[in-house]
């Protein structure tokens, strides 16, 4: 099984973007903070940007920057 950062880099790239609640629901990765900051750390520029749901909840959304 691939690692919780693997998963993470390999739907960044599909994707270009991730929030929490996908990582949690769709790569059952519950601490996905540490991984995005490992691909940081590796040289992948990832920006984080504050949203709000239709509910008014907050959330982050990590996106993979050309």
Do not use: C, F
């Not at 949690?24 to 709000?52: A, C, F, Q, V």
């Amino acid at each position: 099984m691939k690692s919780s950062k693997e998963r993470i880099l390999n739907y960044l790239l599909q994707h270009k973007q991730i929030s929490g609640l996908v990582a949690m629901l769709d790569l059952n990765i519950m601490e996905y903070r540490h991984p995005i900051m490992e691909l940081r750390k590796e040289g992948y520029k990832i920006s984080s940007t504050w949203k709000t749901s239709d509910s008014g909840r907050r959330y982050v959304l990590y996106k993979l920057e050309d």
